[in-house]
């Protein structure tokens, strides 16, 4: 799952690869590959939806909230 449409397309398509210099040669090829042999697929998710965000983001209390629902955890209330 990925929120990059723009990163989704160049996987899909090294077309424009030459343009993008953010994105190392060697995770692109890497992604290419397991994209043609079909053992990964790239499929879009809102950022919204991202429910890992809540892994490596700081977030507002409601949202960590509603993200641990997500993952089936229990919440803790601190206070």
């Keep these: 799952m990925c929120d990059n449409q723009g990163y989704i397309a160049l996987?899909?398509?090294?077309k424009y690869h030459s343009h993008t210099k953010?994105?190392?040669v060697q995770h692109d090829h890497f992604?290419?590959?397991k994209l043609e042999?079909?053992?990964?697929?790239?499929k879009y998710c809102?950022?919204?939806d991202m429910t890992a965000d809540m892994l490596i983001k700081s977030l507002a209390n409601d949202r960590h909230q509603a993200l641990t629902k997500t993952m089936g955890l229990e919440a803790f209330d601190y206070s």
């Design 46 to 48: 809102p950022t919204k």
């Design 37 to 42: 042999n079909q053992e990964i697929c790239l």
């Design 11 to 14: 996987a899909k398509n090294l």
């Design 31 to 33: 992604i290419r590959g």
């Design 22 to 24: 953010y994105i190392d």
